[in-house]
C-alpha cells in the first residue's frame, strides 16, 4: 500500500482478512469502498465492514456510519447513532471527536460538557485535532470556565509538533438540531434552516449559524497541512493552473482520508444547500492572506470538464461558501450584476445557483471575494453538481 501497488496489496489483504486477520478486513473494504482497485464496489465494501464491525472494530463501524450518512448504499437511520455510540464506549478517538462536534452544537450545560469531555479523551488518545478545538475552548471559556493555563500548555504541545494554533473564531450559537440533550441524533438534523434571500436572479441566500466554532476549526485544522496555491480550470486549455484570477491557498478533502466528524460536516453543508452529500464534489478549503482574492468568475464547468469528470453529475447547479473565520478588513463575498455584498462572519453560509431553472449556465451568477485587507479569510466551499457525483 505504501508503494501505491494497490494491485499487490489486494490480493494479501484477501488471505489475511480470510486469516481473522480485522484490521485487513477494513483495507480491503477501502479498496473497494474507494474505488482503488476499479469501479467503487460499495456493497462489497459493506460486506466485509459488516464482518470487521462484528469482530468489534470500532473503525469499521464508524464507517458503516459515514457511509449511511450518504443515504444511498446504506439506509439514513438511526444505526448510525448506535453505530457512533458503540464506537464512543470502545473510546475510538474519531468518534469521540465527532460524538464532542455534535454535543457542542447544543447549548445544554450537559451537552457542553459532555463536548468538553470527549474532546479531552480523545486528545489524551492522541488526537492532534480534538485537543486544537479543546484548546480553543480552553482559551475561550466555551462551554466551560476560561482555563489559559491549560489552553497554553496544549498550544504548547501541538506548537511542538508543527501544529500552528487556530484563527479567532467567535460564530454565531449555531442552528439546533431538536435532539434530546446528551442524546446522539445525527440523522434528525434534516430540518430546513432559517434562510435570508438576497437576490431572485441569481438565487442567493444566506444561512446564520451554520456551522458550530467546533466545526470551522475543524475543517480549518483539517486543511491546513494540505494547503497549497489555489488552481482554477485554465479556459484556453480546460485543465487546472495557478492564474492571477485566483491567488487564494486550498486544501480538498480526499474521501479516503475523511473521518466521520469531517463528512458529518459536509453532509450538513450539503443538506444546507437543499442538495444531498452525494451530490457533491469534494470539499475545498481555502485561505486567502492580505491581498489575496478570487476575482470575478463563474463556478461552473465548460463542457470538455465535465466531460472528463463524471459527465453523468452534470454541471455545477449551485455553490455553498461558508466562512471559517473572523476577517478584520475585507474579503467580501460579491455578485456584481445582482448587486449583492456579503461580509464574511465565522459559521455564516452563503448558497447561490449557477444555472438556469432550465440548466443552463446563468451568466449572471459572476461573483467575486474581495481582497482581504487585514487579518486572514478561510472558506469552505462545496460545489453542488446537478446530479449525483459520488458513489455513496
Ligand atoms: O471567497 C469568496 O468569497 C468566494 C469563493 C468562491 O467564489 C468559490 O469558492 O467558488
Ligand atoms: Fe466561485
Redesign the pocket.
Known sequence: MAASRLEDAAPLYARAADAGHVQARVQQARLWLFGMLGPADPAAAIEELRLAESAGDAGAGCLLASIALGGIALTRDGSIDARLRAAVEARHAPALLAAAIHFGRKSDPGDQALCLRMLGDAANAGHATAAALLAERLANGEGTAADPVAAAALRGQLAAHGIPPLPACSALPPFEAPAPPRQLAFAAETRPMPRSMLSTRPAIAVIEGLLSRDECRLLMASAQPYLRASRTVDPATGRPAAMPLRT?SDASFDPVAEDFALRCVQWRIARAAGAELVDAERL?V?R?EPGQ??RP?R?YLPSATIARDRSQAGNRAR?I?VYLNDVEDG????FPVAGVE?A?RAGTA?VFDNLLADGTPDPESL????PVRRGV?W?A?L?LRQRRYRDF
Open positions: 487564494s475545498i481555502l486567502y482574492e478570487y468568475h463556478d455553490t461558501c474579503g467580501e463575498t460579491v456579503i464574511p452563503v461573483h467575486a471575494g474581495n479569510k472558506l466551499t460545489w
